[in-house]
Every structure is written in C-alpha cells, then in structure tokens.
C-alpha cells in the first residue's frame, strides 16, 4: 500500500515528514519547518499538536478546528531566520483550502521564537 503523501508539500510520505513531529517522535528544527508541520496539522486534525506548538504567551485554551474545511496546498513564500542557531524567525506563506465548495487562501506572516529550546508559534500578520 502506497505511503501517503504529507500535506506540508515536501514530498516525503506523511510519516517520515511531519508525522514524527505530530507523534512528539522528534522537534521541528527550523521555523519553517515546524510551520509547514503545524499546516499538516491542520490538514490532518490534530488539534494538540497545534496547541503544543503554540506560544505560551499567545496559547489560546483550547482550539476548534473545522471538520468542513479541507486544506489543499502550502506555499511557502519566505522567511527570515528562524534556523538552527537563532531564536526567532518569520515565515510567509499562503495556505489553500476549500470549505463548502468554495476556494479560500489563507495569506500570513507567522512569527516564531524559541521557548524552552523548542520552536513555537508566535502570532500572525495576515
């Protein structure tokens, strides 16, 4: 049986991609990549994950996703730091989905910084 591809459009199975980042396998070690794991996470329902990479300071409680909207694609149109040695990064990117038969795009400037040594999610500028 063919291995399913991850949505975070790396073209690695979902598995070996951001799968192991939503299993707690291993970290994201960019910016960028924990974005494209947290759109996977999205893409896939995984609303824990979503709020284990969340900022403490910007967390919310709890997160509802929508069970109607289905993410289609990621475009990753750049970003600023955000690597290995740094402590915070930016990452601009535009999410596609559809939701009740309608096209929608998602564009951001997600910011991300490091707490605890792991990258997290910030906050945004749509």
């Keep these: 049986m063919p291995e399913t591809p991850?949505?975070?459009?790396?073209?690695?199975?979902?598995?070996?991609?951001c799968g192991r980042y939503h299993r707690g396998e291993q970290h994201a070690p960019t910016a960028e990549l924990l974005m494209r794991s947290r759109y996977s996470a999205f893409a896939v329902g995984d609303a824990g994950y979503l709020l284990?990479?969340?900022?403490?300071?910007?967390?919310?409680a709890r997160?509802?996703?929508?069970?109607g909207r289905r993410w289609v694609r990621l475009e990753i149109l750049g970003h600023t730091g955000g690597g290995l040695l740094q402590?915070?990064?930016t990452v601009e990117f535009r999410a596609h989905s559809?939701?009740?038969g309608q096209?929608?795009?998602?564009?951001e400037h997600s910011r991300f910084v490091r707490e605890?040594?792991?990258w997290r999610y910030l906050d945004a500028n749509a």
Excluded: F, K, N
């Design 52 to 60: 284990r990479t969340w900022h403490s300071s910007t967390r919310p």
């Design 87 to 89: 402590a915070e990064g």
């Design 103 to 107: 096209r929608d795009i998602l564009h």
């Design 6 to 17: 991850c949505p975070c459009g790396l073209g690695e199975p979902y598995d070996a991609c």
């Design 98 to 100: 559809r939701h009740d």
């Design 116 to 118: 605890d040594g792991q």
């Design 63 to 67: 997160l509802d996703l929508d069970p």
